[in-house]
């Protein structure tokens, strides 16, 4: 193998690996902020069969 | 006419033949189903024989907290189905049971209006199911109710009359095994023709409130007496004989302890051949690769970087696996509910009460769905102090760094007989995160959390032999994702790592360890030294440290990739030998028994899991309020690790242990 075949070969798997690493990244981030929260417990009355 | 069209659906006795049904609803729009039930009455179990996927189930109360949805065809017919977390009835108590009356009600954004509800029940529970069962029935709706594990009832003294319970209820009723798929095929049939179905009659002039329940009760009370009989006295059953010793106040915490004990130590003892195997595999193919190609730059990223970085995590899934079985096994036989209730009065004097014990053990497999898992605690306050100590609970991505710095620091001395000093001290491992998680919970509870801890009420479900094919689902699921991180994001940062810690390379013919003190990783660890310095650790193991906080198990990997592992010698770890045998500058050992141990607590407190953080954002309110939460929980679980992680190291020393293993 050549070196510069070499230097190529590994250069495009860190390249590969950083752009990877930097988009899951990214994705997480907007997942976490992007996504609505549940609900919260209700007041435990009977409240919402009184609803119907 | 209703209780015909209905009788007609059921399942009737070997030799009746059933009368021509009413031909199918065959909707232009697929048909979309909920399945409600109680908790632990076998929705998600029905919900896999009937769309064929494989969700979670286990023998214990809340383990679906969100909505699921699958889908099958029938007759020609798309049937969308939607599993529910478990409720007792359409008044939410907890954040799952509200998602559950949201989507009943067709008020959950982004859910579709349901055609048909399946009421599950548990047949050896009915009485208390059929209060859910009336309220569904109610809406007027059509509504198909399955009577679920019929199997169970010979062995409790029952007998059910399914075409009175038809008669009595007025809907139609289909009975079912779902952990067999008995009966599954006629509830497809039942469900696709439900829409053209009779409803069952609503009572006319209903009054919302107590009077409500007292006439529900009441119409329970007559069912019960119209369809079910029970054979002679009660007698005590096996489950009571069982649960007088595993619940017992001295007995019930000393089986708890025994049990854990024993799944510990079989973490060591039996994955360690196969792991022995897994080692001398990867050292194999490191030495093929190093054969096979011209030195380079490539094989060294391929052997030092890639096998040596991603196959020194791949060697802990015997491991993993065996984990992920001891738990399933803890969920699957009906003990999980039992430790919650046991260990109920050890954790209410630190503000919790059991339900926050069921996420906290579900914590040792993983903390994400642990913290979903607190949607079943209904107090506000109990449920946030619950999420913000379940990362303490060691889970399954610590093992690695544990069963690592074990193998390399603690000897294999025998205690007590069966037992090794490297199982007892994983075993502490978990006992020191979960003691830390309490102490942690009390501390929340007095202080930002306050308020009365709510008394436990909880169901015992039956004990039951765990299915070989629900453990296999859940061992190869969890491995499955285990070796899916390996190799993405392990992998990933593996190759990231390799080439900070190769370049640059301003000396060529310099020694391996002058290069790597010289690269970017050596320039990023002498940065970070001063932080670990106190704990008695180097750079390196400052900057897999830091590498981890990606992922946990990329500490290994980073400190594989450093140490430049690529064989294995068969007998123990390759890379546990090489930092037993490191030597810093001066010739002396590189890490001390004192500094091991320290840096095991560090990783027992330490929040090194962005899914966690992310997980703890939106289960508590999202935005800014939840990242406020996961700020929090990041900041005070790393002051505790470093401070912990240090007095561990000067206890050390001051003990004595400041030499080599």
């Keep these: 193998m050549t070196p510069w075949l070499d230097a190529l070969a590994v250069g495009v798997a860190v390249g590969g690996a950083l752009l990877y690493v930097l988009v899951r990244g990214l994705r997480r981030v907007r997942a976490t902020f992007r996504r609505a929260a549940p609900r919260g417990p209700s007041c435990g009355c009977d409240c919402a069969a009184s609803e119907r | ?661």
Aim: with cysteine; aromatic share 8%.
């Design chain 2, 1 to 661: 006419m209703t209780a015909l069209a209905t009788r007609d659906m059921a399942w009737r006795p070997a030799g009746h033949a059933a009368p021509p049904a009413a031909p199918p609803v065959v909707p232009a729009q697929p048909l979309r189903v909920a399945l409600v039930g109680n908790p632990n009455c076998g929705k998600s179990t029905l919900f896999n024989a009937l769309t064929g996927r494989r969700e979670k189930v286990a023998n214990f109360p809340g383990v679906t907290v969100e909505r699921v949805e699958g889908r099958y065809e029938h007759g020609g017919a798309t049937v969308m189905v939607l599993d529910l977390p478990g409720t007792y009835s359409l008044s939410p108590d907890a954040p799952d049971e509200a998602l559950t009356l949201d989507v009943v009600h067709g008020r959950h954004a982004g859910t579709a209006a349901v055609d048909v509800f399946v009421v599950v029940l548990d047949a050896e529970n009915l009485e208390r199911n059929l209060y859910l069962a009336t309220e569904v029935l109610e809406l007027g709706r059509p509504t198909v109710i399955v009577l679920n594990r019929m199997d169970r009832l010979a062995a409790a003294g029952m007998k059910i009359d399914v075409f009175e319970l038809i008669d009595a209820l007025g809907a139609v009723v289909v009975p079912t095994v779902a952990s067999t798929r008995a009966g599954i095929d006629r509830l497809r049939h039942v469900i696709a023709r439900a829409p053209g179905l009779p409803l069952a009659p609503v009572p006319p002039a209903r009054v919302a409130g107590a009077g409500d329940a007292e006439r529900r009760y009441g119409n329970i009370a007559a069912v019960m007496r119209r369809a079910v009989t029970r054979d002679g006295a009660a007698r005590p059953r096996l489950s009571d004989r069982v649960d007088a010793v595993l619940l017992h106040r001295v007995w019930g915490p000393v089986v708890f302890v025994a049990v854990m004990a024993i799944a510990f130590q079989a973490l060591f003892t039996v994955a360690a051949p196969v792991a022995a195997l897994l080692q001398s595999a990867l050292g194999a193919v490191a030495s093929v690769v190093r054969a096979a190609m011209p030195a380079g730059e490539l094989r060294s990223l391929l052997v030092d970087g890639v096998i040596g970085g991603v196959g020194s995590v791949i060697v802990f899934v015997p491991q993993i696996a065996l984990l992920f079985l001891c738990i399933g096994v803890l969920e699957d036989s009906g003990y999980l509910s039992r430790a919650a209730f046991v260990m109920d009065r050890f954790v209410r004097p630190f503000g919790l009460q059991g339900k926050s014990f069921i996420p906290l053990l579900s914590g040792f497999a993983c903390a994400v769905p642990a913290i979903l898992a607190t949607r079943t605690i209904p107090q506000t306050r109990e449920r946030l102090a619950t999420i913000m100590v379940v990362p303490l609970m060691s889970c399954s991505a610590r093992l690695p760094v544990y069963a690592l710095l074990i193998a390399a620091f603690v000897p294999p001395a025998t205690v007590a007989g069966a037992f090794t000093l490297q199982g007892v001290a994983l075993l502490a491992m978990y006992l020191l995160g979960t003691v830390a998680a309490l102490a942690s919970a009390a501390v929340f509870r007095r202080t930002l959390l306050r308020g009365a801890t709510r008394a436990l009420i909880l169901e015992m479900p039956p004990y039951a032999v765990p299915t070989p094919r629900v453990l296999f689902a859940t061992v190869s699921q969890r491995v499955g994702v285990f070796v899916r991180r390996a190799g993405t994001v392990i992998f990933a940062i593996s190759v990231l790592l390799w080439a900070l810690g190769r370049y640059p390379r301003p000396h060529e013919h310099a020694a391996p360890e002058v290069q790597l003190a010289e690269s970017s990783l050596g320039r990023v660890g002498r940065a970070v030294e001063p932080a670990v310095r106190p704990l008695g650790l180097d750079w390196k193991v400052g900057v897999a440290m830091v590498a981890s906080f990606a992922a946990r198990e990329v500490f290994v990997s980073t400190m594989a990739t450093m140490y430049g592992v690529e064989s294995g010698d068969g007998a123990r770890p390759a890379l546990a030998a090489r930092l037993r045998a490191a030597k810093d500058a001066a010739g002396r050992p590189a890490y001390t028994i004192a500094a091991a141990l320290g840096l095991l607590a560090f990783y027992v407190f330490a929040l090194m899991c962005t899914s966690t953080l992310a997980v703890t954002v939106r289960e508590t309110g999202g935005g800014w309020r939840g990242a406020g939460w996961a700020a929090l929980q990041f900041s005070y679980m790393l002051a505790l690790a470093w401070g912990c992680g240090f007095l561990v190291y000067r206890a050390g020393l001051a003990l004595g242990l400041g030499v080599a293993a």
